[in-house]
């Protein structure tokens, strides 16, 4: 499975985006997908995931009550979305496609988009 993450962008603190990532081919519905975020000489970070059906999700600590992870299998999308942003969420952010349901560990996920950068300033 090929994916394209978009939506990135600059925003205020406070703010919100809406983050997309297009999969192709016809097996998306198979894999549960995760969204990672990295920074310049740190570890890539677990931000959320999403189970093959969408009915489980999970979430970094960091993020939860503030990103909500979803996924439309009829579209092969899956989206972040981002409320109330805040500086220390800056990073380049990935959508993953992975072999387990409910994985916060980056090693799990094979299939990688090739990240949009999300910028929150203060």
């Known amino acids: 499975v090929q994916l394209q993450a978009s939506g990135g962008g600059l925003v205020q603190a406070g703010g919100a985006l809406r983050l997309s990532c297009a999969a192709s081919g016809r097996t998306f519905r198979m894999y549960p997908m995760g969204w990672f975020r990295q920074v310049p000489k740190k570890e890539r970070e677990f931000v959320a995931t999403?189970?093959?059906?969408?009915?489980?999700?999970g979430y970094a600590d960091s993020v939860k009550g503030r990103f909500t992870i979803s996924r439309d299998n009829a579209k092969n999308m899956v989206f972040l979305q981002m409320n109330n942003l805040k500086p220390e969420d800056t990073a380049v952010y990935y959508c993953?496609?992975?072999?387990?349901?409910?994985?916060?560990?980056?090693?799990?996920?094979?299939?990688w988009g090739q990240g949009t950068q999300v910028t929150v300033s203060s």
């Open positions: 993953a496609a992975g072999d387990f349901n409910d994985s916060d560990d980056y090693t799990d996920y094979h299939y």
């Open positions: 999403i189970s093959r059906n969408g009915g489980r999700t």
